[in-house]
């Protein structure tokens, strides 16, 4: 446990203001820099506090069990230091160092890049940049346009770095859940690039010893955001408790909420286990085999769609007042269906 009782309720008081505002409060993202939250994929010489995958999953749960918006920007926020091996040193060294440092962006290349002399010239626009209102960095991936006979064929895509004064944020963020992550568009127009500020997913620049940069992205994102996960189904059991307890619910929806307890626990452990399980291998070859990332995914998988059916078998027999968007048992409940609508998260076909 990261937080004490009191800090716990102290978050959650602060959460209607967040939903309305659209935004972590100061407060909450202070809390995140004194602890270094952003950076536990950043390496120590950059001021980070590089953490194994274990152990930051389980302080994304925990402040996911605090609030799901503010879980999401810590775990949203903390997975951008992957991109300092990306970078070339003195990029990196420039970007994370300070203490606010954290990335916002898009992994969907919904942008164009042409090749100019010196770097490129890059328009486009991109969902859903969680943080992007306290981002001091934001990434976007482009389809580079190709020179030549090649026009047309095989283009690359290529990830840019912006500064926060070269973009505008488009306030569109209107889901029904994590309402306070900020998740809005950006866009550029013509905006010139330098060739130091690209990147390439398949080329290491920096800090190739560092074991979190070794393990595969997609299964460490998924790893990430089913922690978000379990952290609001956990939140959204305690809120459920409170509310049967005040509204005097039939026996029916006490046993429901018993499963759904079991139903976590058990999902938690499967998890952690499949987690530890690969990280453990990744200590010991320096690598992950297939079958491990294979697990890895259909575990996570298989976790977010038990708290899905669990929430809502609860959710269904709570009553009127639990469809109130102030309940929080409701905030909860919306919060843990947008996290499960990420595209990594979703059954695969």
Known sequence: MIFTPEEVQRIREQSPGMESEGALTEELLNLIYQNRWFKLFVPDDLNGRMTTLPDALRIFRECSRADGSFGWLVTIGAGGG??????????????????????????????????????????????????????????????????????GENAEIRSFIFTPDQVRIHRDWNTFGL????????????LFVPDRMTFLFTEVHAYGDE???????????????????????????????????????????????????ALLSRTESAFYSAITRSWDELVLHGSMSEADEKQVS??????????????FELFSLLGLSAAMEDSPVNRTWR???????????????
Request: glycine share 8%; charged share 20%; hydrophobic share 40%.
């Open 82 to 151: 992957f991109f300092a091996s990306l970078m070339k040193p003195e990029v990196g060294a420039s970007l994370f160092t300070g203490e606010k440092a954290v990335v916002a962006g898009s992994g969907a290349p919904t942008g164009t890049a042409k090749r100019v002399e010196g770097g490129y010239l890059v328009s486009g626009r991109w969902k859903y940049c969680s943080g992007a209102v306290h981002a001091t960095m934001f990434t976007a991936n482009c389809i580079v346009e190709p020179e030549g006979p090649e026009r």
């Open 179 to 190: 309402k306070g992550t900020g998740s809005h568009s950006m866009s550029v127009a013509d």
């Open 211 to 261: 074991l979190i940069y070794r393990y595969p992205f997609i299964p460490f994102a998924q790893a990430s955001f089913a922690a978000v996960a379990l952290g609001i189904a956990a939140h959204f059991a305690e809120a459920a408790r409170d509310y049967i307890r005040v509204k005097e619910r039939k026996a029916n929806v006490q046993r429901k909420l018993e499963e759904q307890e």
């Open 298 to 311: 259909e575990q996570c998988l298989s976790a977010v769609r038990s708290m899905l059916t669990g929430t």
């Open 335 to 349: 919060d843990l269906q947008t996290v499960c609508q990420h595209s990594l998260l979703l059954p695969e076909e």
